[in-house]
């Protein structure tokens, strides 16, 4: 903003004016606060479900591979037990 002529002149006018340019910016600054917080905790949020997500992923790989690995030993031992006949 550019001070008014009749800023430049009279001091109280540019003093109200100030005022009202600091609180406009104080304003502004709790806002922008106000928004970094709740992106703060939806970031926090995101990473919990993330790191849940990944936990879960890793139990169904190991229950597959204790899947497949218990169907292999079974295989293997019919065989064995088939040829041993």
Not at 17 to 32: G, P, T
Not at 46 to 58: E, G, P
Request: hydrophobic share 40%; proline share 1%; aromatic share 6%.
């Amino acid at each position: 903003m550019h001070p008014s002529e009749l800023e430049k002149h009279q001091l109280e006018t540019h003093v109200e004016l100030c005022a009202q340019r600091y609180k406009f910016l104080e304003d502004k600054m709790e806002n922008i606060e106000t928004n970094v917080s709740e992106l703060k905790i939806l970031i926090r949020e995101i990473h919990d479900l993330v790191q849940q997500l990944d936990r879960k992923r890793n139990t169904q790989i190991i229950t597959w591979g204790v899947g497949i690995i218990g169907a292999m030993t079974t295989i293997m031992t019919y065989l064995v037990v088939s040829f041993l006949s």
